[in-house]
């Protein structure tokens, strides 16, 4: 029976959308072939997870409790992982794309010998037997991967890709992992947050991204109310990141972040192609922009010439208007 | 202090990606190629912390001819040394590769810093910062936006940019540091650099040397294929309220995301 093991994300004891995204589509390709998953969770305090992971697929949860681990550490983090693996001798391992992804999972792949398939929008196939599809050059080309012959894989999930299920009444059994020996040499010692209750790019659901159409840095309040309308993110070009209106966290595009939203909403934004890598996965289009020649029409689901000043504090009311009622 | 900066040569970001015929590699007809934007930013820090704290930069880039040129105009900013090695073999064809013959080279060199980018914009993975530091067993601090090295060398503290926040990090000296944009604003090469570039020369890195024989890569590319196509978009008419009107109510009804 083959064994998928999930690195499930947690900080400051909650656990994220990429952890729940992960276990259900490993739940989903052992439900195919008949395997197991099992999760482990790094933490401190987090004995309380367990329950979510047994929810969101996992059939055995690998605890590490420590107060070393309360705040995630590359070394640590992967330390529990790989203990985790060995307990498991799982047969691929799945996490979330994410900060804490991209930062471990690269380490962990490089002292398993798996082959590190990151970031990928497909994956299918069973046990150590997959065949991945992930966006290059920004997206635009896509390859498919394979592990060479013989090797396990560590796969990571772009986020807001992958379905996350839930199943009420899915229970799982734990274990403790052994935390002895955690050797820490580069140390959280502060972790400064964005303005609190900010939904972040990367995870939002909606995000609304102001260009050099907006014209100055003061009318970023205009696009926030508009992105606060949706409960969603702000983003920019990187125009106006470099004109210092807003801080480079925001950029969208091939040297910012790439978003796949299930709505980003450009205004006045041209679509450079370094922008359009960056967002042109998302999954619906709307462009706000007063040249209807600009290339940003052409990825656009939905496009409104016009000035954008007249637009978006309309379109902010009626969409405050609709999710009120 | 002695730092090395890993420097690869990738096509610029302007650039039309398109598959070869083989179907497994990338079209390379009519791309210019540049130092990726992300370790332009690694060798700046690198000649800013040799400028306050003394030492040595030295540059390491694998490929071919390519990033011969990338490791000459590192010359030019003002790296003391370039080193090259030739992957003529291909011995270096995913990031595990690449990362364990940089490593090898790094553990020859023994600095007391590694820089590189966060990420290589061609294959966008984020990977071998990482390895390299496990293959070290080397602390590390992926995606930084501030670096500052204690004047003794011996620890730094680095700021990483995660979801929605900044994580400050304290720790120990050797390291390997990836850099984001904001860490700094890269300089151009100068005249006179590029001048005493020409006297330097690219040192070539023996492969056979390495200890490194047979192909290292776990990772296999089956196809390379464009983007699956987007739907073709609509346009709405009619003055900015009949535009809302019309856009929130597709939203609404049609697609369901409000
Ligand atoms: C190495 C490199 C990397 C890059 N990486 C990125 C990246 O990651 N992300 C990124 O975004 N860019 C990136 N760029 C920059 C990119 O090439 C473009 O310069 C940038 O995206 C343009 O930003 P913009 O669309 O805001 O500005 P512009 O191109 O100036 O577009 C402004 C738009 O606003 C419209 N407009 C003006 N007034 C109004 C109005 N009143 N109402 C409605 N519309 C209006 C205009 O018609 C125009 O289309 C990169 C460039 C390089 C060289
Ligand atoms: N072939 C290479 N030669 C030198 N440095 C490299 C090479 N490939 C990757 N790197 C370094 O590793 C960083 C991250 O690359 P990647 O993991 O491929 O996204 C790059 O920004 C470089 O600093």
Redesign the pocket.
């Known amino acids: 029976m083959s064994t998928i093991l999930v690195v499930a994300e947690q900080r400051g004891g909650s656990m994220k959308k990429t952890a729940h995204e992960a276990l259900s589509q490993a739940r989903r390709m052992a439900d195919a072939s008949g395997g197991r998953v099992v999760a482990v969770i790094a933490g401190s305090g987090i004995k309380g997870l367990a329950p979510e992971a047994a929810r969101f697929g996992a059939d055995h949860v690998y605890l590490a409790d420590h107060s070393d681990l309360a705040d995630y550490s590359t070394e640590g983090y992967t330390l529990v992982a790989q203990r985790a693996f060995q307990m498991s001798a799982a047969d691929l391992v799945l996490m979330g794309a994410s900060a804490m992804g991209k930062d471990m999972a690269p380490r962990l792949a490089a002292r398993l010998k798996l082959a590190y398939l990151p970031d990928v929008v497909e994956l299918t196939g069973s046990g150590a037997l997959v065949s991945a599809v992930r966006p290059m050059y920004a997206g635009k080309v896509r390859v498919s991967v394979q592990p060479t012959d013989g090797t396990r894989a560590f796969v990571t999930l772009r986020p807001n890709v992958f379905r996350p299920l839930p199943v009420e009444g899915r229970t799982a059994t734990t274990e403790a992992v052994d935390t002895a020996g955690l050797s820490i040499r580069a140390r959280v010692v502060d972790t400064r947050a964005e303005a609190a209750g900010r939904v972040e790019l990367t995870e939002a659901d909606v995000i609304v991204s102001g260009g050099r159409g907006i014209k100055g840095p003061e009318s970023f309040a205009m696009i926030q109310e508009l992105a606060d309308a949706f409960g969603g993110a702000l983003g920019a070009s990187r125009a106006v990141v470099d004109a210092g209106w807003i801080d480079h966290s925001h950029q969208v595009g091939q040297t910012g972040k790439t978003v796949s939203p299930g709505l980003y909403v450009a205004c006045g934004i041209s679509g450079a192609i370094q922008h359009l890598a960056g967002m042109s996965s998302s999954k619906i289009i709307v462009a706000i922009n007063k040249d209807g020649e600009a290339p940003i029409f052409k990825v656009a689901d939905i496009g409104l010439v016009g000035d954008l000043f007249d637009i978006i504090p309309k379109l902010t009311a009626e969409v405050k208007r609709i999710r009120a009622s | 202090m002695k730092i090395l900066?890993?420097?690869?040569q990738v096509p610029a970001t302007d650039s039309r990606i398109k598959p070869a015929a083989d179907g497994i590699t990338i079209d390379p007809a009519g791309l210019e190629y540049v130092i990726?934007p992300?370790?332009e930013i690694?060798v700046e820090e690198a000649l800013r912390i040799k400028e306050k704290l003394g030492g040595e930069v030295v540059a390491?880039?694998?490929?071919g001819a390519r990033?011969e040129e990338g490791l000459r105009t590192c010359l030019a900013l003002g790296c003391d040394r370039a080193r090259i090695l030739k992957d003529d073999s291909r011995l270096?064809t995913d990031?595990q590769s690449?990362a364990t013959l940089?490593a090898a080279i790094i553990r020859a060199e023994s600095p007391d810093l590694v820089l590189?980018?966060?990420?290589?914009v061609d294959?966008?993975?984020?990977?071998?910062?990482s390895m390299v530091a496990e293959l070290l067993d080397w602390p590390q601090a992926t995606v930084v936006v501030k670096l500052e090295i204690a004047p003794d060398g011996k620890t730094a503290t680095a700021e990483r940019e995660i979801e929605g926040a900044v994580e400050v990090l304290a720790l120990q000296l050797p390291a390997v540091i990836?850099s984001q944009k904001g860490l700094n604003e890269p300089r151009y090469a100068s005249l006179k650099g590029i001048m005493a570039a020409k006297k330097k020369a690219v040192e070539p890195v023996d492969a056979s040397t390495l200890g490194l024989a047979d192909s290292l890569a776990l990772v296999r590319t089956t196809a390379v294929s464009p983007p699956p196509p987007r739907p073709e978009g609509r346009r709405l008419d009619g003055d900015a309220d009949s535009q809302v009107r019309e856009l929130v109510r597709l939203l609404h009804e049609d697609y369901k995301v409000i």
């Open positions: 900066v890993c420097v690869k990726n992300y370790d690694a390491v880039g694998i490929g990033a270096a990031a690449v940089l590189m980018g966060k990420q290589a294959d966008d993975q984020m990977a071998v910062p990836s």
